[in-house]
C-alpha cells in the first residue's frame, strides 16, 4: 500500500482548468498588444461570464494567470516549477517531483500515513535488537551498526511522517490547503481562511469520497471536478452581486449548507505571480 500509494503520487499528472477559463487565442493576443486597461477589463468580464468564480486577489480582482493565460478557478495556483496552474493546488512536493493537488491529494495523504506505519513497523521490530547492542548482547560484527543506523533512520522518519502526515489531517478536516493556511483565500466579502470549511465529515468526503470503502485504497475518488467547490456561506450583501445561481450538495447530505455559485461581478485587472 505504501508502495502503490507512493506511485500513484508520482505518476498522477496534475489537474489543469479547462479550456473554459483560457481566454481564446485572439484574445489574448489583443490583450499583448493592447495596454488599454477597458479593453482587459472587457476581455476578463466577458471569459469569466458563467463560471463558478468566487474568490478573489486582495484588491477584489479576477485571479488571471498571464502565463497561462487564464482565469484561476477557486483554488487554483500557478506552480512556478512546473510552470502550469494546478486545480486546487496544495503544494509542489520534491520528494515526489510533482504538484499535490486535486488529482493526488487523496494519494499523497494515504502515501504520508502508509510511510508512518512503515517506519513505526521498523522501529518497533528492530527496538529489542536496539536494546541488545546497548547492553553488548549482539555477535561483535559489522552487522550490529546496521541495528543502530536502522533504529535511528526509522524512528527519525516515524516523528516527522508522523508530524506532516498529523498537519494533513487536520488541513483535510477544515478544508484549508497548505497554500490557503499561509496565505487565506479571499472572497467577495473579505479574506476568510475557513470559507471552504463545511464540517469534518463533509471535509473529508470531499477528499477521500463518500464511499468510506475507498478510503484507505489510493485509487481516485475525491468529489467534485475541481473547478468549483461548495463554500460555507455567502453574505447577502456579496449574493446580490452574482448573476447566476447553482446549489451544490453532497448525496445524502440535504441538510448541509446549501452553496451558491455565480458569475463574476464587478471586474478589476491584477496580473498575479504565485508560485
Not at 152 to 164: E, H, Q, Y
Amino acid at each position: 500500500m505504501f508502495i502503490w500509494s507512493f506511485c500513484q503520487t508520482i505518476f498522477t499528472p496534475p489537474k489543469r482548468p479547462s479550456k473554459e477559463y483560457c481566454l481564446a487565442p485572439y484574445d489574448g493576443e489583443a490583450m499583448e498588444a493592447d495596454g488599454s486597461i477597458e479593453l482587459q477589463k472587457e476581455i476578463l468580464k466577458r471569459t469569466a461570464k458563467g463560471l463558478p468564480l468566487f474568490t478573489r486577489t486582495e484588491s477584489g480582482a479576477l485571479r488571471y494567470c498571464e502565463r497561462c493565460q487564464l482565469i484561476k478557478p477557486d483554488r487554483c495556483h500557478h506552480c512556478s516549477v512546473c510552470d502550469i496552474c494546478v486545480l486546487k493546488m496544495d503544494h509542489h512536493c520534491p520528494w515526489v517531483n510533482n504538484c499535490v493537488g486535486f488529482s493526488n491529494y487523496k494519494f499523497f495523504l494515504l502515501f504520508l500515513g502508509y510511510a508512518t506505519l512503515y517506519c513505526i513497523f521498523i522501529t518497533a521490530t528492530v527496538l529489542k535488537y536496539f536494546i541488545c547492542y546497548w547492553e553488548d548482547g549482539l555477535p561483535s560484527s559489522p552487522a550490529k551498526f546496521h541495528v543502530l543506523f536502522l533504529f535511528f533512520i526509522a524512528a527519525m522518519f516515524a516523528v516527522s511522517l508522523g508530524l506532516l502526515f498529523g498537519y494533513h489531517c487536520w488541513l483535510v478536516s477544515t478544508n484549508v490547503s497548505t497554500l490557503e493556511a499561509f496565505r487565506a483565500p479571499v472572497f467577495e466579502y473579505g479574506s476568510d481562511r475557513s470559507g471552504f470549511d463545511l464540517g469534518v465529515r463533509s471535509n473529508m468526503r470531499q477528499v477521500f469520497g463518500a464511499s468510506p470503502r475507498v478510503w484507505f485504497l489510493p485509487i481516485f475518488s475525491s468529489v467534485g471536478d475541481g473547478l468549483s467547490f461548495p463554500v460555507k456561506s455567502i453574505p447577502e450583501s456579496c449574493s446580490r452581486l452574482l448573476g447566476g445561481e447553482n446549489t451544490w450538495e453532497e448525496e445524502g447530505n440535504s441538510n448541509e449548507e446549501g452553496t451558491i455559485f455565480g458569475n463574476a461581478g464587478t471586474v478589476g485587472v491584477v496580473f498575479e505571480s504565485e508560485s
